[in-house]
């Protein structure tokens, strides 16, 4: 009996230690339903200049998929809920969409998961029945294309299917979905597929009643009185994010599945909203996914799985302004549909995904595609009247080179549009200039605006960068870390 319960430690730390070596990454889901979506090509030089390299989409379109080619972001496909019975119906159809949609792609667009069907278990009972068939024949067209260890099959579910999630260790998932749930789980542990799962703390928030402080929503300290304490594990909960991953953790365990990893499908927090959703805002959604990611970057994991990492992807990139619904509905994005930032997150030495965000840096620079005769025109304007400075592009001057027009424009257009206090107006010019958050100094020619000059920020120090919007949600990982720690402890006395 010992020797069995080491050994179950002894394969759970195995478990826990190779799940860990995995690095959590930030993704983006990608929706379509914006009236004017940018072409393919365009979402692509997007999501590079933002240096997102994890996407999901909510169907298999050709044209993304080729455009995503070559590129190194990795990408999840979905087979949207309409075609799901055909799939389950019919190995070759399920063979057939695998070969249309994934095959003839790879791996020069490089497709890391399938995602069949979305949140089917919550919101179409009928074709709930016929999921894991599905799921078993889109795996099998990829075991027989000899792809199955590089792509990974599962399903997005909704957090509502998971029952009283606080405290997460009484968490159980809806019962009556037992019949196609353990099926589902056998069928991810088998296959070393990942349980996915959407999150969204605005609606548990907005549907508690003010239950759940707005805070513990967003990732914010919160006072300890007002720490949501797990009264079995005594674990201290500090957001609602990862007490609801907890919870989905312990629903598994309880069906006797303990080692099916966790990915975040969809979250993320409206920008704005109707007069009933007050809490859709600038200020919050940006707090929302500023603190998320740097959550699942910082790979602090949860109090259940510390260091075990929460793969996440954004809701979403674009604003979808056709979506019906509330308000709120059409608000979920961090650009719009020309690429220009909804907000600038505030993501100060993370790094990885949306990094040149991170100081709420801007810049106002000339479009790629601008006509070199009405740049020249930008120029001259910027430099005469517009009273910009234009001396460090004289020869030998650091912003002489590289000498050509887009170049020299960026320079006048950036130092007028931060003359301007960064209006977005005074980014224009007769529409040849954008806002960007990539900063484009180069060399010694440093532009109005980057860090460590004279610009908008001033000579901002290492010291200074270190320390600015982390504090404080920096001191709450860290308490949570050492409570973490005791949890690990108990947890191995219950296991043995
Ligand atoms: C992001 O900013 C860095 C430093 O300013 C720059 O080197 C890099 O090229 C930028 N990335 C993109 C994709 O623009
Ligand atoms: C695709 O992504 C996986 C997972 O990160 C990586 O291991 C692999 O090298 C990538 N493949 C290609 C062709 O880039
Ligand atoms: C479904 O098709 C795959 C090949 O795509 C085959 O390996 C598998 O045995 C088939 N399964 C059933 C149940 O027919
Ligand atoms: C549990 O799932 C069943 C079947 O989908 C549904 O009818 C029921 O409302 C769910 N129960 C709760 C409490 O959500
Ligand atoms: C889980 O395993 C325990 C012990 O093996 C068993 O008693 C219990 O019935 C199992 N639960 C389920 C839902 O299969
Ligand atoms: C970011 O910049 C905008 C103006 O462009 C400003 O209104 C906002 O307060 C800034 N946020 C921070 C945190 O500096
Ligand atoms: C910033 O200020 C420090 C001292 O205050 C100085 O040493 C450094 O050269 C300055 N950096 C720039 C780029 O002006
Ligand atoms: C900043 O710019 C002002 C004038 O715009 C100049 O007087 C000052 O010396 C500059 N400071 C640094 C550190 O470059
Ligand atoms: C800022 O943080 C980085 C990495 O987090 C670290 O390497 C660097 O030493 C820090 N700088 C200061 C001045 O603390
Ligand atoms: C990241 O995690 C480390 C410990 O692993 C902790 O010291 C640090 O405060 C965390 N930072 C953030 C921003 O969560």
Redo the contacts with the bound molecule.
């Keep these: 009996m010992a020797l069995h319960s080491c050994l179950l430690l002894l394969l759970l730390l195995l478990q826990i230690s190779l799940l860990a070596a995995d690095e959590a990454f930030i993704g983006v889901n990608i929706g379509t339903s914006l009236s004017d979506m940018p072409h393919p090509t365009q979402v692509v030089a997007l999501l ?2 933002q ?1 997102i390299h994890h996407v999901r989409l909510y169907d298999a379109d050709q044209a993304m998929l080729i455009a995503l080619a070559k590129t190194g972001i990795e990408v999840s496909v979905s087979v949207p809920n309409e075609e799901l019975l055909a799939i389950a119906q019919s190995n070759s159809t399920a063979a057939n969409w695998v070969y249309r949609n994934v095959v003839a792609h790879y791996p020069s667009t490089n497709i890391t998961s399938i995602c069949v069907g979305s949140e089917v278990l919550t919101t179409l009972p009928n074709v709930a029945k016929i999921l894991v068939n599905a799921l078993k024949y889109i795996h099998s067209a990829l075991v027989a294309s000899n792809l199955d260890r590089q792509i990974k099959v599962s399903t997005p579910l909704s957090s509502s299917m998971i029952l009283d999630s606080f405290p997460p260790s009484q968490a159980f998932f809806n019962r009556s979905l037992n019949p196609i749930l353990i099926p589902m789980l056998d069928f991810l542990q088998s296959t070393g597929s990942y349980l996915m799962l959407n999150i969204y703390p605005y609606y548990d928030y907005m549907e508690s009643n003010g239950v759940i402080p707005l805070d513990y929503a967003l990732f914010k300290p919160l006072p300890p009185n007002k720490e949501a304490i797990d009264s079995n594990t005594l674990v201290h909960y500090t957001n609602v994010f990862d007490a609801v991953v907890d919870a989905a953790y312990f629903a598994m365990s309880f069906l006797n599945f303990t080692n099916i990893p966790v990915v975040v499908t969809e979250t993320g927090w409206p920008s704005k909203g109707d007069r009933n959703e007050p809490d859709a805002t600038l200020d919050n959604a940006n707090a929302y996914n500023s603190n998320l990611i740097k959550h699942v970057l910082n790979m602090t994991g949860t109090p259940k799985h510390p260091g075990i990492a929460i793969s996440t992807y954004i809701y979403e990139l674009y604003n979808e302004d056709t979506k019906a619904g509330p308000l709120s509905e059409k608000n979920w994005g961090l650009f719009d549909a020309n690429g220009k930032p909804i907000y600038i997150l505030h993501l100060t030495g993370s790094g990885a995904v949306l ?2 965000d991170t100081t709420n840096q801007t810049y106002c620079v000339a479009k790629d595609d601008a006509d070199p005769k009405m740049l020249q025109a930008g120029i001259d304007w910027a430099c005469g009247p517009g009273k910009v400075d234009c001396s460090p592009l004289l020869q030998g001057q650091p912003c002489y080179e590289p000498d050509n027009v887009g170049a020299h424009a960026n320079y006048a257009f950036d130092t007028y549009y931060h003359l301007m206090g960064r209006s977005s107006e005074a980014c224009n010019f007769n529409q040849m200039a954008t806002i960007s958050t ?2 484009p ?1 180069h060399g010694s020619c440093v532009f109005p605006g ?1 860090l460590g000059k004279n610009g908008t920020f001033g000579n901002v120090t290492a010291a200074s960068m270190n320390s600015t919007s982390l504090d404080s949600s920096a001191n709450n990982v860290h308490r949570s870390l050492v409570l973490v720690i005791g949890v690990v402890v108990t947890w191995g006395v219950v296991l043995l």
């Design positions: 590079k200049s240096q990094a040149n990539s900063n100094s980057s």
